[in-house]
C-alpha cells in the first residue's frame, strides 16, 4: 500500500490560518534621530567679547592639544563677562554626560560639553547663587569629583548580624565587593558583579543597597536610553544601571574600578575635541578680521 505526499504541505506557512488575510505584522520602531556633531560658531557682534571668547576657547584648544593620558588640564571661567561666558557657554554646548556632587564643603554642578572630555564644571561654596567658581576642565572626567564621591574610611558591615529572612546571595556578593573595595588599586581592571543575571530576592537589594550606603556623586550619561552611576558609601564600590528609551530597566549592575568606563572620555575622544575646537577658534578669527566682525 502506498501513500500520497503533497508538496508543498497544506496547513503551513503565510496564508494558511484562518482569518491572517487581514492581518499585518508590527514591529518596534527603530530609534531615529541620531545626533551627528555640527560645529556651532556663536554669534558674537561686539569686538571686546569676541576677543574675550576668542581668547579663552584659543587657550582650551591648546590644552586639550596638548593632553595626554592621566592629565587634568583646567581652565576658569568665572572671570569672563557675562557677554563673552554666554559666548563660550554658546560655542561648547552641552554633551551626554552631567554630575552632581554634594557634600560637607558644597556643591559641585558638572556637564560635559558638545566636545568628549572637556567638562564645565560650576562649584557652590555655600548656598546655590553665593561664592560661585566657574572652571572648564580637559580630562577624561572630573578628578575633583572623584576626590570627593567616597568617604576616606568605612567599616566593613558586620553580614553575620541582621540578617533578614529572605536574604539569599547578598552575603555572598557584598563579601566579594567588599574584598575588592579593600584591596583595590590604580592598575586593577573593573571589577563588575551583574545583578541582572544573578538570582536575588527583595530582600536581598534591600541589604546589599544598606550595607553598600549611599555616596555622594550621581552621573548621569544620556544616548539611545541613559545611564545612571551613582557612588556608594564603600570606596570604589558604584552601582550602574542602564534604561532603555522607555525608561525600563535593561541592565543592573555593581561596578568596583576608579571611575565608570561608561561616563569617561576616551584618548581619542579628546584628540577629535581638539580639532573640532580648532576649526570653530579658525571661523572666529577669519570673523574677527573680516570688515565686518565684531560689529553690530
Not at 541582572?196 to 539611545?224: F, K, N, Q, V, W
Request: charged share 20%; proline share 7%.
Amino acid at each position: 500500500m502506498s501513500a500520497s505526499f503533497m508538496f508543498p504541505p497544506v496547513g503551513f506557512g503565510p496564508g494558511s490560518q484562518i482569518g491572517q488575510e487581514d492581518e499585518e505584522l508590527n514591529y518596534l520602531a527603530m530609534p531615529s534621530g541620531v545626533h551627528v556633531y555640527e560645529p556651532h560658531v556663536p554669534e558674537i557682534d561686539d569686538p571686546a567679547t569676541m576677543a574675550a571668547t576668542l581668547a579663552f576657547l584659543g587657550d582650551l584648544q591648546k590644552q586639550a592639544q596638548a593632553w595626554r593620558e592621566g592629565d587634568v588640564r583646567m581652565l576658569p571661567r568665572h572671570n569672563l563677562s557675562p557677554a563673552a561666558g554666554a559666548a563660550v557657554n554658546d560655542a561648547l554646548g552641552e554633551g551626554e554626560v552631567s554630575a552632581r556632587l554634594e557634600d560637607t564643603a558644597g556643591l559641585v554642578e558638572v556637564q560635559e560639553t558638545v566636545f568628549a572630555g572637556i567638562w564645565s564644571l560650576r562649584a557652590y561654596g555655600g548656598p546655590p547663587g553665593q561664592d560661585v567658581r566657574e572652571q572648564v576642565e580637559v580630562s577624561a572626567f572630573p578628578k575633583a569629583l572623584l576626590a570627593r564621591a567616597f568617604p576616606l574610611r568605612r567599616a566593613r558591615p558586620d553580614m553575620a548580624a541582621g540578617v533578614a529572612d529572605g536574604v539569599v546571595n547578598a552575603p555572598a556578593i557584598l563579601t566579594e565587593l567588599f574584598d575588592r573595595s579593600e584591596n583595590w588599586k590604580p592598575q586593577n581592571s573593573p571589577h563588575v558583579v551583574n545583578l541582572s543575571l544573578l538570582p536575588h530576592t527583595p530582600e536581598d537589594m534591600a541589604l546589599l543597597e544598606t550595607s553598600l550606603g549611599r555616596g555622594r556623586l550621581t552621573i548621569l550619561s544620556r544616548g539611545y536610553g541613559n545611564c545612571r552611576i551613582e557612588a556608594t558609601a564603600t570606596p570604589h564600590v558604584w552601582r550602574v544601571r542602564y534604561f532603555n528609551s522607555m525608561d525600563t530597566l535593561i541592565l543592573d549592575t555593581i561596578e568596583v574600578s576608579a571611575v565608570p568606563e561608561v561616563a569617561c572620555a576616551a584618548v581619542e575622544d579628546i584628540a577629535d575635541s581638539a580639532t573640532r575646537l580648532r576649526e570653530i577658534c579658525a571661523v572666529l578669527q577669519e570673523e574677527s578680521a573680516s570688515p565686518q566682525g565684531g560689529q553690530a
